[in-house]
């Protein structure tokens, strides 16, 4: 009795044992793919939103005021040239000094105190940002401040990060697309830092499709360039390789008039 007790307690598994076994390990793996899927999901909507949201604000201002928030001398077009913002530096320190971090109150600035391309928008305290802190960052935040259209108390620099730990950025895009008229100049949210497969659908939710990142309202830029410059295709950085679907890109998102698409 005692030796058969020992040469049960030494055999292995079972056929069935391990299938049993098999099977539950892959639902387990089933289980954590699924639940990563949907936090994806929620954070591409988490963008999706921001960009909406974003633009929401933005056409309110006008409803109250007549111009786009930024756009200080009211020409159409908002002055911060945004497509000039860094794009290759995977860090956003850089970018993150460009918004104001205070709460202090906005209020409009002396046509004697600030650069004449400022004159008209929210300036903090009345008086302007240096050249050294700021090129034009916060006006279309500091218009909505004063407008009441945002709070206070709640920093540029935390209202402007997205969802992927960077920030965006409202202003005009130089289009280098190749179809419009040569330096043309639209207003634009562009997202800096995002992963290839959040933009995606990004461009699947806004665009109706991710086919081409060089067409629609939601646009791949180049890394390397400071200008509308477009990767034709998703998975390119510039050399056109193929990369992971993580790889970093930045998103421009064309609220107000589309460039033209070149299709040769």
């Known amino acids: 009795m005692k030796k058969l007790t020992s040469t049960r307690q030494q055999r292995g598994f079972t056929l069935v044992e391990l299938s049993v076994v098999l099977v539950v390990v892959g639902l387990l793996f089933a289980a954590v793919v699924k639940g990563q899927e949907v936090v994806d999901s929620a954070k591409s909507q988490k963008l999706i939103n921001d960009i909406k949201s974003t633009e929401a604000l933005i056409q309110k201002y006008v409803q109250l005021k007549s111009r786009m928030p930024g756009d200080c001398n009211a020409d159409g ?23 104001d971090y205070s709460t202090t109150q906005k209020t409009y600035a002396s046509a004697a105190a600030i650069a004449t391309v400022q004159e008209g ?50 202003g005009n895009v130089t289009d ?11 207003n634009a949210i562009i997202v800096q830092n995002v992963p290839q497969w959040m933009a995606r659908q ?15 309202r939601v646009r791949q830029l180049k890394r390397g360039t400071t200008d509308g410059t477009y990767e034709q295709l998703w998975s390119s950085i510039d050399t056109d390789t193929d990369v992971m679907r993580d790889a970093m890109v930045s998103v421009v998102y064309f609220f107000d008039r589309i460039p033209a698409t070149n299709t040769n």
Do not use: H, M
């Open 202 to 216: 990004v461009a699947t939710a806004i665009n109706g499709t991710d086919a081409n990142s060089n067409r629609g």
């Open 121 to 170: 928008c929210a300036q903090i305290n009345g008086t302007a940002y240096t050249a050294a802190d700021d090129v034009g960052t916060n006006n279309w935040l500091n218009d909505l401040k004063l407008a009441g259209l945002v709070s206070d108390s709640v920093p540029n620099r935390t209202f402007a990060k997205q969802v992927n730990e960077d920030f965006l950025f409202v």
């Open 77 to 99: 077009l908002i002055d911060f040239p945004a497509d000039q913002v860094a794009r290759t530096d995977l860090a956003n320190g850089t970018r993150a000094n460009l918004y």
């Open 176 to 186: 280098k697309g190749g179809a419009s008229a040569n330096n043309a100049q639209y």
